[in-house]
């Protein structure tokens, strides 16, 4: 079955940086567009960052353009998010996910269990 596991996540200061990383296995990884997504305390799911199977596309949320870097590596079946610049707006628990295709905003169903991103002096 789909298993996505994140890590990276901490305690870091405004303008600090993080990358988390999510080992894929259940499934043909480097067949499968992927995203992060996160949510902030009391607040629904927000899409963050997709990318296509073979990493050649990648697409941000407007609020993290130019701070957020989205990668893989497909023969180590891991998505990586670098984070720089991080803002204490960007306080989440963060989640990889698998999603259907690229342009995927629907529900996400397969995602990790998360892992938590605080920026704060």
């Keep these: 079955q789909v298993q ?3 890590s990276g996540g901490g305690l870091v200061q405004p303008g600090g940086s993080l990358r ?3 080992a894929a296995s259940g499934f043909t990884f480097y067949d499968s567009a992927m995203s992060w997504v996160r949510q902030a305390p009391g607040k629904g799911l927000e899409w963050v960052s ?4 073979a990493g050649g596309s990648t697409n941000y949320v407007d609020s993290v353009k130019g701070r957020f870097t989205i990668s893989r590596d497909n023969p180590k079946n891991t998505l990586y998010l670098q984070m720089n610049d991080l803002k204490p707006e960007d306080t989440a ?3 990889c996910a698998k999603i259907p295709n690229y342009y995927w905003r629907g529900s996400y169903d397969y995602r990790g269990q998360g892992t938590q991103v605080t920026v704060s002096s």
Excluded: A, N, Q
């Excluded at 997709?50 to 199977?53: A, E, G, L, M, T």
């Design 4 to 6: 996505l596991v994140e």
């Design 50 to 53: 997709s990318i296509s199977f």
């Design 93 to 95: 628990v963060y989640y």
């Design 20 to 22: 988390l990383s999510c």
